[in-house]
């Protein structure tokens, strides 16, 4: 923020062709904050999650959004079947937020 500050100080009073070079120079420093802090972070949670959820498989101890663990029992396609205790449940695979140790970066809403 101190850059977009100084930025600012700087960018001349008149209203010539300077000002908008000194004008177009903020907006792409503000499209690259955005980008640096917000969308690409969240992009690679997303595709570390989704990488996560590629690689469960029969026996593996999860734990869903919800709160429920349990052990994988059986997967078909985006569904996927797990035994708490002595309850099987029918869950979306992308509610799970945890494959035995591993957190997902990227908790599902």
Known sequence: ????????L???TDSGPSGIVILII?????????????????????????ELLANIKKGDEVVTAGGVVGKIKEIKDQR???????????????KITQVGGQVSPNPPT
């Open 26 to 50: 903020q907006m792409g420093a503000l499209v690259a904050i955005f980008y640096f802090l917000l969308l690409r972070p969240q992009n690679q949670a997303r595709k570390k999650h989704a």
């Open 80 to 94: 996927v079947t797990i035994e708490s205790g002595t309850a099987q449940l029918v869950v979306e695979r992308s």
């Open 10 to 12: 700087m960018a001349p």
């Open 1 to 8: 923020m101190a850059l977009l500050s100084t930025l600012a």
